[in-house]
């Protein structure tokens, strides 16, 4: 298995949050992005579905914050 998720230069959420402070978005980082958790992504998961990427504010985890 890659060490990095192969969309990672693609992925509105990882290119929007990459420098976050904000723990969760690095959590999420690591967990799914640079860790185990990167087949189980729902993004990647809603890509697959809709044929498009999903919102930028889309989680890992399926979850959509706001980030305001
Ligand atoms: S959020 Fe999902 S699709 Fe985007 S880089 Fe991370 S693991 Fe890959």
Redesign the pocket.
Known sequence: MPE?????DS????KKYRSSSDLACKG??AK??RGQ??SE????QY?QQHGAPPPDEM??SGVTIKTD
């Open positions: 990095t998720c192969a969309l990672l992925c509105g959420f990882f999420f980082i799914y992005c958790q990167m992504c729902k993004r990647k890509r989680m890992p």
